[in-house]
């Protein structure tokens, strides 16, 4: 594998922890609603509530973006170009 390559496998893996990280906190929160959760992505702390829940789904969201985007460089994207033989 190229660097870029070694350096997108890296991030693919950063990006699903981080995924999994959101993913443990919303389900914490929306299991008790009393409940708070501190998510620590390695880059920032963040105190998940029931009043900031939708702004962490739209981090998860943004996180899964990110992922197909990576995984469309390492991978391509499956689109293939077609042009006649003429």
């Known amino acids: 594998m ?3 390559e070694d350096f997108l496998a890296e ?3 950063q990006v699903k922890a981080t995924i999994v990280a959101y993913e443990t906190a919303i389900a914490t929160v929306q299991a008790d ?3 708070s959760y501190q998510l ?3 880059q920032t702390r963040l105190m998940v ?3 900031n829940l939708a702004t962490v789904e739209r981090l998860l969201q943004a996180q899964y973006n990110l992922l197909v985007v990576l ?3 390492v991978n391509g ?3 293939t170009r ?3 033989g003429w």
């Open 11 to 13: 991030r693919i893996t």
């Open 82 to 84: 077609v042009v006649p």
């Open 77 to 79: 994207n499956g689109q």
């Open 49 to 51: 509530t029931r009043h």
């Open 40 to 42: 620590d992505t390695g």
């Open 71 to 73: 995984d469309a460089r």
């Open 2 to 4: 190229s660097c870029v």
């Open 33 to 35: 609603s009393k409940a």
